[in-house]
């Protein structure tokens, strides 16, 4: 079963610290994809990042850097140097390739909450 | 362009009513998506569209749920009889194509419903 695990629930940090999230996935498909989203106080889900199963190398933009580790079935983020705007929910999620559009569902893991603090 | 539109942002019911939200999908985004985020529950997928069709709804919770979209475009989903446990925000995302699983799901700002 298609299965996204956070085991963070909270983090909180010092404003310039580096942190990172925490994402391992279960899945049986060979052809998936992996996503981050951002959901601040706002409400809206914003997102960040998309990996295909067959693309390790791993990705910086700005702060934000990703790990994907098939080994490992995780898909960790960090944020370097982080600020008060970074505060929000973030999401992992997962979904799997299909053929025929069946279904394009994600499925998300429960989220970690990450308050910076100034 | 405009983003994923949902309506109304809140609303509040009593037991038993029935409720209607709305999405108004980004224009030419064929797959829509309906999800609900509770405390309980985190994240969960509700239903899928491809056009007007859904050839996923495997997530609705129970027979009071329902879902339709109209002419490739705006959706509607139903709860009938609500319940306290229905209280959660309701998302409705949509994306450009319906295969493939790799595209980006664009998210609205949600339906907060809450049940008395």
């Known amino acids: 079963a298609q299965k996204v695990t956070q085991a963070q629930t909270e983090i909180s940090v010092v404003e310039k610290e580096d942190v990172t999230l925490d994402c391992v996935y279960e899945?049986?498909?060979?052809?998936?994809?992996l996503f981050w989203y951002k959901q601040p106080p706002s409400g809206e889900l914003v997102f960040l990042i998309r990996?295909?199963?067959?693309?390790?190398q791993n990705e910086i933009s700005g702060r934000y850097s990703w790990n994907f580790q098939k080994s490992t079935s995780s898909f960790n983020f960090t944020i370097t140097a982080s600020q008060v705007v970074d505060s929000a929910v973030y999401f992992c999620?997962?979904?799997?390739?299909?053929?025929?559009?069946?279904?394009?569902?994600?499925?998300f893991g429960t989220g970690t909450l990450l308050a910076v603090q100034p | 362009g405009a983003g994923v539109s949902q309506s109304p942002s809140n609303k509040v019911t009593e037991k038993g009513k029935d409720v209607e939200l709305r999405c108004d999908p980004i224009?030419?985004?064929?797959?829509l998506y309906w999800y609900r985020q509770s405390l309980g529950q985190g994240l969960e997928f509700l239903i899928y569209f491809q056009g007007n069709s859904a050839p996923d709804k495997s997530g609705l919770p129970s027979d009071r749920f329902s879902a339709e979209r109209t002419g490739g475009s705006v959706s509607t989903l139903t709860i009938q009889r609500t319940q306290q446990e229905d209280s959660a925000v309701y998302l409705c995302?949509?994306?450009?194509?319906?295969?493939?699983?790799?595209?980006?799901?664009?998210f609205g700002p949600g339906t907060r419903l809450t049940v008395l």
């Open positions: 990996r295909n199963s067959f693309d390790e």
């Open positions: 224009s030419g985004h064929t797959a």
């Open positions: 999620a997962l979904s799997e390739m299909n053929y025929g559009g069946a279904t394009n569902k994600l499925i």
């Open positions: 995302a949509s994306s450009p194509r319906t295969s493939g699983g790799e595209d980006e799901q664009f």
């Open positions: 899945t049986r498909d060979t052809t998936y994809y």
